[in-house]
């Protein structure tokens, strides 16, 4: 039976769209309208994370279909998604992080790794493979009861557990999927959403200015917004930068 192949267009375009302004445009006119260059931040890792958390939790906020919440991982904030419709909690991570954990025994306890053996429980198992474990009872219990309350929703709702992959670089969303795995990390399912990342076209325009004092003064550094960017920029929240971890430690 699949289960991620039917989500609503709506839902999944949210989803992408999110993820997608904000390792493109989002941190560009962040970065940039802060005066500070990439190459001398710490904290821009953390920085595209919240914004993808700023973006999700607003493209949700109205759907009522939609539970969208932070819930906290130690020190980590991450995003948990839950869609009425389908019975499934979704969580969001980078492709290269999902590998990371996969191939390295001690993250048997990580959360997805608990929270597919909590929901997953009944998706097809291959083989016994070095990363075949069973977590305590409690301590799988206690986490997933933690990641629902801060949703406002019981375990009990809950059919299944997915996850959102991408995969970006240099303000480039390179790929994005959603896949389903069980407490082995093998994926049951897996659907590419890459369609829909050329649905957004760039809110920036690039504009060459011969004046270099004119371009360093400006608000935007050198850029020209279109009406949308500049609708965009005066919805913002603003966040505060904090000096952190990138999120590989984080999580």
């Not at 407490?183 to 920036?204: D, G, L, P």
């Amino acid at each position: 039976m699949e289960h991620i192949n039917n989500l609503s267009l709506a839902f999944v375009q949210g989803l992408v769209n999110g993820i997608y302004d904000a390792v493109t445009d989002d941190i560009i006119l962040d970065t940039r309208n802060a005066n500070l260059d990439r190459q001398c931040m710490n904290s821009y890792p953390s920085r595209v994370w919240d914004l993808i958390n700023r973006n999700i939790l607003s493209s949700f906020k109205t759907n009522d279909s939609i539970v969208a919440h932070c819930t906290s991982r130690g020190p980590w904030k991450l995003i948990a998604i839950f869609d009425k419709i389908s019975g499934l909690l979704f969580t969001i991570m980078r492709e290269e992080r999902f590998f990371c954990i996969k191939n390295d025994r001690k993250n048997a306890h990580h959360y997805i790794a608990l929270l597919a053996q909590m929901f997953n429980i009944a998706l097809p198992k291959g083989q016994q493979t070095l990363f075949d474990y069973e977590s305590d009872e409690n301590e799988v219990k206690k986490s997933v009861e933690r990641i629902c309350d801060d949703l406002f929703i019981s375990p009990d709702m809950v059919k299944h557990h997915a996850i959102v992959l991408f995969s970006a670089k240099n303000e480039v969303l390179n790929s994005i999927r959603c896949i389903m795995i069980n407490r082995n990390f093998e994926e049951c399912e897996s659907v590419s959403w890459n369609k829909f990342i050329n649905v957004n076209e760039s809110t920036i325009v690039p504009q060459i200015d011969t004046n270099d004092n004119q371009a360093y003064n400006s608000p935007n550094r050198g850029l020209k917004l279109t009406a949308k960017a500049k609708i965009k920029q005066g919805q913002k929240s603003k966040i505060s930068y904090k000096a952190t971890d990138d999120e590989e430690a984080a999580e």
